[in-house]
């Protein structure tokens, strides 16, 4: 798995622990809908560390907490 995959597969992962929607996570992060989908859909491969930051603070979690989840533990290499 690469890490666009691994970032989208958390980002549903966290928001089907709390039971929210898109929509609920772009509200409570003030990350325009558009950009949270552009993450999840494939437009957006590469989403900024600011972006990830308020998706994790409307989350109420801290960055560490996001990246320390084992869907990162074997992330396959991205140069090749």
Not at 15 to 44: F, R
């Amino acid at each position: 798995m690469d890490m666009y995959t691994a970032v989208k597969y958390r980002i549903l992962q966290l928001c089907g622990e709390k039971g929210w929607t898109i929509n609920k996570l772009s509200y409570s992060s003030a990350v325009p809908p558009s950009s949270l989908k552009g993450i999840l859909y494939g437009k957006s491969k590469n989403p900024g560390i600011v972006t990830l930051k308020k998706l994790c603070d409307g989350l109420g979690i801290s960055i560490t907490e996001f990246f320390d989840a084992e869907i990162f533990r074997n992330l396959e290499q991205e140069i090749k």
